[in-house]
């Protein structure tokens, strides 16, 4: 398999300097911006080192625009993204990829009964959506971009097919609202189908972050932003050990260390866990600081990326095998 590049959403945006600069000297190199929240890509571009290698995801922000009840104009974005790439191939030696504009079905709130309720009219809204969306994939390249287009859960086959003949780096979007299983069941299932049709084609996963799918199946990239998230809630990922003698065989420490309300799904700061965190030299007060547990969060993606690697390059792809299914 390829090596796995996990992207940093979210990054900061109309942040101090000095953030910015934190978040570079902890190794990220790789991130994913939003067209709609601007400043992200400028808070990236203007921070980082000239030099600096590494590669820029952007995302046209449909699925938030979606949830805001606005639009987001194809020409306005296309002419957005030809201004990045060419400001990026000027002063930078990061690579740029453009995500294609997406249309979202339904309203807010309905995409499960959308995906699960299978009657004629709801079949309607999705095939009317993916098929905007493939038009609006076949006008950027008209105007030369060709885009990283996205095969969402819910869609028929034939619009991953159709996308395929144009591209050769397709996004994989799993639900919002379906369970965990069921995201995970769906994901398994297009590689199967690029498996069975012999397509060998570049994949990412848009807000994955399990690590048996990050593990077993052939990513080539990924991203998520449960870093910052997580951060602003209060809660760490950590790996089993710490980061001296980290096992990331095992399920990640997940732990709200703050003195805000424990986040939901998480674990107690335990007297064991502040132990091990201090070993690698992390203080009680250092907790409190979002800024800190970001750091803390973004060390643990990079150690994971790694980790992910040496295992992957040692992985016989076997598609359910892989999984244990």
Same mark, same amino acid.
């Given at each position: 398999?390829?090596?796995?590049?996990?992207?940093?959403?979210?990054?900061?945006?109309?942040?101090s @300097?000095?953030?910015?600069f934190?978040?570079?000297?902890?190794?990220v190199? +790789?991130?994913?911006?939003?067209?709609?929240? /601007?400043?992200?890509?400028?808070?990236?571009?203007?921070?980082? /080192?000239?030099?600096? %290698?590494?590669?820029?995801?952007?995302?046209?922000?449909?699925? &938030?625009?979606?949830?805001?009840?606005?639009?987001? +104009?194809?020409?306005?974005?296309?002419?957005?993204?030809?201004?990045?790439?060419? %400001?990026?191939?000027?002063?930078?030696?990061?690579? !740029?990829?453009?995500?294609?504009?997406?249309?979202?079905?339904?309203i807010?709130?309905?995409?499960?009964?959308?995906?699960?309720?299978?009657?004629?009219?709801?079949?309607?809204?999705?095939?009317?959506?993916a098929?905007?969306?493939?038009? +609006?994939?076949? %006008?950027?390249?008209? #105007?030369?971009?060709? /885009?990283?287009?996205?095969?969402?859960?819910g869609?028929?086959?034939?619009?991953?097919?159709?996308?395929?003949?144009?591209?050769?780096?397709?996004?994989?979007?799993?639900?919002?609202?379906?369970? &965990?299983?069921?995201?995970?069941?769906?994901?398994?299932? !297009?590689?199967?189908?690029?498996?069975?049709n012999n397509?060998?084609?570049? &994949?990412?996963?848009?807000?994955?972050?399990? *690590?048996?799918?990050?593990?077993?199946? /052939?990513?080539?990239?990924?991203?998520?932003?449960?870093?910052?998230?997580s951060?602003?809630?209060?809660?760490?990922?950590?790996?089993?050990?710490?980061f001296?003698n980290? @096992?990331?065989? *095992?399920?990640?420490?997940?732990?709200t260390?703050?003195?805000?309300?424990?986040?939901?799904? &998480?674990?107690?700061l335990?007297?064991?866990?502040l132990?091990?965190?201090? #070993?690698?030299?992390?203080?009680?007060?250092?907790l #409190?600081?979002?800024?800190?547990?970001?750091?803390?969060?973004?060390?643990?993606?990079l %150690?994971?990326?790694?980790?992910?690697?040496?295992?992957?390059?040692?992985?016989?792809?076997?598609?359910?095998?892989?999984?244990?299914?």
């Amino acid at each position: 398999m390829k090596p796995i590049k996990l992207y940093f959403a979210a990054v900061w945006g109309g942040c101090s @300097n000095e953030r910015m600069f934190n978040l570079i000297n902890a190794g990220v190199k +790789n991130v994913l911006v939003s067209y709609i929240y /601007p400043d992200q890509f400028k808070g990236w571009i203007n921070n980082i /080192p000239l030099d600096m %290698e590494g590669n820029i995801i952007v995302d046209s922000g449909a699925f &938030t625009a979606w949830n805001k009840g606005k639009l987001i +104009n194809l020409d306005n974005y296309i002419k957005y993204a030809h201004q990045i790439i060419n %400001e990026v191939s000027k002063f930078s030696n990061q690579k !740029v990829y453009i995500v294609n504009l997406d249309v979202i079905p339904g309203i807010v709130g309905q995409t499960q009964s959308l995906t699960r309720n299978r009657k004629f009219e709801n079949i309607e809204l999705i095939e009317r959506a993916a098929n905007a969306g493939f038009q +609006n994939m076949k %006008e950027m390249i008209k #105007q030369g971009i060709k /885009p990283i287009h996205v095969f969402h859960q819910g869609e028929s086959w034939k619009w991953l097919d159709k996308m395929l003949e144009y591209i050769d780096y397709i996004g994989i979007s799993p639900a919002n609202d379906v369970s &965990t299983n069921e995201r995970n069941q769906w994901m398994l299932s !297009v590689f199967e189908y690029l498996y069975r049709n012999n397509v060998n084609v570049d &994949t990412h996963g848009f807000a994955v972050t399990n *690590k048996k799918i990050l593990l077993n199946l /052939p990513w080539t990239s990924c991203d998520s932003a449960s870093w910052k998230i997580s951060a602003g809630m209060g809660a760490i990922y950590y790996p089993q050990g710490g980061f001296k003698n980290s @096992n990331f065989s *095992k399920s990640a420490l997940v732990c709200t260390v703050s003195d805000r309300k424990i986040k939901k799904g &998480t674990g107690y700061l335990t007297s064991n866990f502040l132990k091990l965190l201090e #070993q690698d030299g992390y203080s009680y007060d250092d907790l #409190q600081q979002f800024q800190m547990r970001a750091l803390i969060n973004v060390r643990y993606f990079l %150690e994971l990326e790694k980790w992910l690697n040496v295992k992957k390059s040692n992985i016989v792809f076997k598609i359910r095998n892989n999984l244990g299914l």
